[in-house]
């Protein structure tokens, strides 16, 4: 269909502009001659071509914000991710990957029976039914510790005290602009649902700048050789000071 040619992804609305109907199964007859995908995201609203689709080495793939999968919908996706895990997961660990939430589609696929779950740390760790592959995930979980240290926010408590408060946002102003903004993304993916918001309250940012550095951080946009490049970032304190006191000037 030439519509996916020029925009690669449409909704159900522009499918039926473009086919000249307001029937839906007339255009779900056109895409399955054509092998589509739904989006897993935004409620499966947006379609696409397989063929069009680049997916990554987790079967994921996201255009202009929008996810998909090569297992479906996010129900089959959430399934497939577990399953194929090698430690099992915690849903904070999916919804980092996905990007969206993924508590009820984890409660449908525990009473349907498709997954298994186990209390560890306060948390429901989710893993296969299969007995060897239940078995191996467990094992592998115990042994890299309940809760990777890559997972924990800093915000994830509220046991932080204001003294810590205060020496991240201390540390956070010492970042250049890009810097900030990959932080913020970094620990508002650590987060999930929610996390953009949680952030902007403790760094005082926009909810839309933490949102391009997660979409950054996922999408490995980052200008690389702004990293650690000499005289990239900000001055040193100390550097700055001595520049500006007035014993320098005299000199």
């Known amino acids: 269909m030439e519509l996916f040619r020029q925009r690669t992804v449409a909704t159900m609305a ?4 473009v086919l000249g109907t307001n029937v839906d199964t007339t255009v779900f007859r056109k895409l399955r001659e054509l092998d589509y995908v739904t989006s897993y995201s935004h409620r499966g609203r947006y379609y696409t071509l397989l063929e069009l689709a680049e997916f990554d080495d987790r079967g994921l793939w996201w255009f202009r914000g929008v996810g998909f999968s090569k297992y479906g919908t996010l129900l089959a996706t959430t399934e497939a991710l577990v399953n194929t895990s090698e430690s099992g997961c915690f849903a904070r660990e999916l919804e980092m990957v996905l990007q969206v939430g993924v508590d009820d589609a984890l409660a ?3 009473k349907q029976g498709h997954l298994a779950r186990e209390k560890i740390a306060g948390r429901y760790l989710y893993y296969s039914t299969r007995t060897r592959s239940k078995r191996a995930q467990l094992t592998a979980r115990r042994a890299r510790g309940s809760t990777p240290s890559i997972e924990r926010s800093i915000v994830d408590t509220d046991e932080l005290s204001d003294e810590l408060k205060a020496a991240i946002v201390l540390f956070f102003s010492l970042l250049d602009e890009q810097q900030r903004r990959l932080y913020a993304g970094l620990e508002a993916l650590k987060l999930g649902r929610g996390g953009d918001r949680r952030i902007a ?9 933490i949102a391009r550095g997660r979409r950054e951080l996922l999408r490995r946009d980052v200008d690389l050789e702004r990293v650690g490049k000499e005289g990239g970032g900000r001055k040193p304190v100390e550097k700055k000071l001595r520049r500006s006191s007035p014993r320098s000037k005299r000199s």
């Not at 522009?14 to 502009?17: I, R």
Request: charged share 30%.
């Open 201 to 209: 309250g403790l760094l005082g940012l926009d909810t839309k700048t």
């Open 14 to 17: 522009e499918l039926k502009t």
């Open 108 to 110: 449908k696929l525990v």
